[in-house]
C-alpha cells in the first residue's frame, strides 16, 4: 500500500477526493481536516445550521461521522486499510452549532483480525463532550478492491 495522502494544506487525506467526512472535493461534505500528531490523529469541527439536528444542536449523526473519520484516517495513517465493523457513541454533552469543537483519536488494540481505536469530542473550554470507541476490520489491497467491486 502507498502512503497516506497528504495535502499543500497539511492534513491527511482518505481515499478519494470525494469522501464525505475528509474529501475536499465533496461540496456536501464535512471536508475534515484531519492531522496526524504523534500517535493520534486530531481535527477541530465547527457545525454548521445544516447540520442540526434539535434546533441549534448538531445532528449526532455529523458528529459520529466526525468520530468516526479521525479513527479511521489515523488508521489509514498507519498504512492500514480497513472498513468500520462498529461504533459505540456516548453522548455527553449538546455540540452546539457555530462552536468548534476538537477531536481526537487513538488506536487501543490492534492485531491481525481487529483494529480498537477510542475517539473523543472536546469544547473549548476541554469538556468532554462526545466519546466512541471503534472495531475496524483490516483488510489488504485485494479484499478491498473486492470491496470496492473494482478490478
Not at 18 to 44: P, S
Request: with cysteine; glycine share 8%; proline share 5%.
Amino acid at each position: 500500500m502507498s502512503e497516506p495522502f497528504v495535502s499543500e494544506r497539511d492534513h491527511l487525506q482518505g481515499l478519494h477526493w470525494q469522501c464525505f467526512g475528509c474529501g475536499q472535493e465533496n461540496r456536501l461534505g464535512l471536508r475534515l481536516n484531519i492531522r496526524l500528531v504523534g500517535d493520534r490523529t486530531e481535527c477541530t469541527f465547527t457545525p454548521i445550521p445544516e447540520f442540526q439536528g434539535p434546533p441549534g444542536v448538531a445532528h449526532s449523526g455529523i458528529i459520529a461521522t466526525v468520530l468516526d473519520e479521525v479513527m479511521s484516517q489515523l488508521i489509514y495513517a498507519q498504512l492500514q486499510l480497513a472498513v468500520t465493523r462498529k461504533i459505540e457513541i456516548t453522548y455527553r454533552r449538546p455540540i452546539r452549532v457555530g462552536q468548534t469543537y476538537y477531536f481526537s483519536a487513538w488506536i487501543v488494540k490492534q492485531n491481525t483480525r481487529i483494529i480498537a481505536a477510542k475517539a473523543e469530542a472536546r469544547d473549548a473550554e476541554g469538556n468532554q463532550v462526545a466519546r466512541a470507541r471503534g472495531i475496524f476490520a483490516p483488510m489488504d489491497e485485494e479484499r478491498v478492491a473486492k470491496f470496492l467491486d473494482k478490478d
